[in-house]
């Protein structure tokens, strides 16, 4: 799977493809290991399928007891301490690291050491390898704006890049996780990684990368499951993670001579 993308081209794109206000600086286009980026998601903290059900049948509990107290004419009952996220629950936009570091890191170096090969993950090892199961479990998923991601094609024997985007030239959503590592000295670094899921099957992406070995892409979501994607539980949210249809992506051979393989 490639280790570059392609960030978005304008601001206005945050808000028309995801509902997300744009960075107050719009940072890099050619996006590569541990480089600075960003992912969308509804909260940063983390809590797992049983945390979540344990807290909205509280919620249920308190509403129930609300409406005994309102018709008992008695005062209201205090509002939870925290709630699970609404449909009214505003997207966030994140800026974070690309190349996950797992919050079990000891040390910035070792952290730093990690987050190159921490860029992406298979969708089969993203609940159980040990740098991404905490994540996972803990319903840290986030959406990663892109235009394009870089692919090499070694049909004639070596590696062309080539970029693959959206047939309409739109904004993709790929499934991600993210997650949050604390210095000794308090200081945090947010991370993600990008889903991937197998495209041996794919009419375009089996086509490209090493012959040999199987053919993965990233999990591009479809735009009407973004909310589906980041409410859903941990059990079910691997639903989400599919290839996406071929005859909607766009392969072009990166012009011969650039240095850079996104041509920007």
């Known amino acids: 799977m490639s280790t570059q993308y392609e960030a978005l081209k ?3 794109l945050y808000l ?7 960075p107050a600086e719009m940072g890099e286009r050619k996006m590569t290991p541990r480089r600075p980026g960003f992912f969308i998601t509804y909260s940063l903290t983390g809590s797992t399928d049983a945390e979540n059900s344990a807290r909205k049948a509280a919620l249920a509990e308190q ?23 609404s449909p009214d629950t505003p997207r966030l936009l994140v800026p974070a690291q690309w190349g996950l570091v797992p919050h079990w890191v000891k040390s910035a170096s070792d952290g730093q050491l990690r987050a190159t090969k921490l860029v992406n993950v298979k969708s089969d090892n993203a609940s159980t390898s040990t740098a991404f199961r905490d994540a996972w479990l803990n319903n840290q998923r986030c959406i990663v704006p892109m235009m394009a991601f870089v692919t090499d094609d070694y ?3 070596k590696a062309k890049p080539t970029r693959i985007a959206r047939v309409d030239g739109l904004p993709m959503g790929v499934a991600g ?19 991937t899921v197998n495209a041996n099957a ?7 990368q090493q012959p040999g070995n199987d053919k993965t892409m990233p999990a591009i979501l479809n735009e009407g499951a ?5 409410r859903s539980s941990a059990y079910k949210a691997k639903e989400f993670l599919r290839a996406y249809p071929a005859q ?15 041509g920007i």
């Open 226 to 230: 973004y909310d589906a994607w980041l």
């Open 155 to 157: 049909r004639n024997g």
């Open 10 to 12: 304008a601001p206005e």
């Open 248 to 262: 909607k992506l766009l392969a072009n051979p990166v012009e011969k001579g650039r240095k850079n393989p996104l």
């Open 63 to 85: 509403a129930a007891a609300q409406a005994a107290l309102d018709g008992a004419g008695d005062e209201p009952a205090p509002a939870p301490a925290a709630a699970p996220a």
């Open 16 to 22: 028309s493809a995801f509902q997300v206000e744009p």
């Open 202 to 208: 794919h009419a375009l992406m089996n086509r490209y």
């Open 177 to 195: 996780v993210w997650s949050r590592w604390t210095d000794e000295d308090g200081t945090e670094l947010l991370s993600y990684a990008i889903i």
